[in-house]
């Protein structure tokens, strides 16, 4: 068949009129096709193996769409905040639930899970998420169940006396800056801190600040000593004596400063280093305080919501209390305490003029008084309105 002048092509090189037809159905599908394969390629991104929610299981219905992508969660601590320090540091927008993220920091098995169940049950877990960084070097038994099962996120060795106590809290911080964009307030706990208000005081309470709560002390015995654990002048030139600062190492962080922590490496790479003094080296109450004070004191209302008292000072250790010393009254009295603010200039005695701030955690209770607080838990722990005659 000639098709143009001096082109000749045999019958076989010419698109048969059967094929046709088919030829148009495979290149409309072409498509299609493309479309499985990366819809497949991108479910294998999501998948429980790979996901960062699957170390967070919580209300998993598989037959809910993805909304997003979660990026996978490094083992780097440089990488982990690096990308913590991406996310957006505002509050939830207006309208949006907001969310406190319960931090606990432990080398132990939690003795007081069963109370902390108790404070959580009948609450929305929507309203709450909880993260346990747990030394790996150390033994958990029994293991985490309940509110605590599968929230234990990558943990290092965390040893008192060094700069890893407050790099676990680094830790912790950054991992819930990535987990939930609506996490609101950050709190920080021991295994021997215990809360002392029902959860919706609590809830109340904290959602309704646009400050942190984080103490700030200046002028403090052995400030000195603190500021050269390191070595003479090793803070220096970032961190001037006059600017450091102490403070308990529990604390209530507000989104935009949790941000601050994660995104913070000039003054963290001062108190990142081996102490040479190791008997006034305390990072974990001295570097939040110091970060804090410097970058943003006015946002912060200087003092802790964590009771403890120092009035029996065993040591570096604060009162512990036993199980026969835990009645109502003990929590009744806790409650009727008032933080203690910080000192100087911003963070000053006015803090004190007009505020009411209420303890809404205490430490430190030993294990053994677990049975005499779940006695109590509905009638006077998380009953707001108890008194004792």
Request: charged residues 20%; glycine residues 4%; positive net charge.
């Amino acid at each position: 068949m000639r098709v143009a002048a001096g082109f000749n092509l045999p019958a076989r090189d010419m698109l048969s009129p059967t094929l046709f037809p088919l030829f148009c159905a495979l290149f409309l599908c072409l498509p299609l096709a493309v479309i499985f394969i990366v819809q497949r390629e991108i479910t294998a991104v999501v998948s429980p193996e790979s996901s960062f929610r699957s170390l967070y299981p919580r209300n998993v219905h598989p037959s809910s769409p993805v909304v997003r992508l979660r990026p996978l969660i490094p083992k780097d601590d440089g990488q982990l905040l690096r990308l913590a320090s991406r996310v957006n540091p505002n509050q939830p927008s207006p309208g949006s639930t907001r969310k406190l993220a319960f931090m606990f920091l432990t080398t132990t098995p939690l003795p007081f899970a069963p109370l902390w169940e108790t404070f959580f049950n009948g609450s929305s877990n929507e309203l709450y998420n909880v993260y346990v960084h747990a030394d790996p070097t150390r033994e958990y038994d029994p293991p985490f169940s309940g509110v605590f099962e599968n929230r234990v996120i990558h943990s290092k060795p965390s040893i008192r006396n060094s700069p890893t106590l407050a790099a676990a809290a680094r830790r912790l911080i950054a991992h819930a800056l990535l987990d939930d964009p609506k996490n609101y307030m950050f709190a920080l706990f021991s295994p021997s801190c215990v809360p002392i208000h029902s959860f919706d005081f609590t809830y109340n309470t904290l959602v309704s600040s646009n400050r942190s709560f984080i103490e700030i002390l200046k002028d403090e015995p052995l400030q000195f000593d603190r500021w050269a654990a390191w070595g003479p002048n090793a803070m220096l030139p970032e961190v001037r004596l006059d600017e450091f600062r102490i403070g308990s190492q529990f604390w209530v962080l507000k989104r935009k400063h949790a941000h601050l922590v994660a995104r913070d490496r000039r003054i963290w790479g001062k108190f990142n280093q081996t102490c040479v003094w190791e008997y006034s080296c305390y990072p974990d109450e001295t570097y939040f305080a110091t970060l804090l004070n410097m970058r943003d004191p006015r946002g912060c209302v200087p003092a802790t919501l964590t009771h403890v008292d120092w009035s029996a000072n065993n040591g570096s250790h604060p009162r512990i209390y036993e199980a026969e010393e835990v009645v109502p009254e003990l929590i009744v009295r806790l409650r009727d305490t008032r933080p203690r603010y910080g000192e100087d200039g911003i963070n000053g005695s006015d803090w004190s003029v007009g505020r009411n701030d209420p303890f809404l955690f205490a430490r430190k209770f030993s294990p053994e008084s677990l049975g005499a607080l779940m006695g109590m838990a509905r009638t006077v722990l998380f009953n707001d309105s108890a008194c004792v005659n």
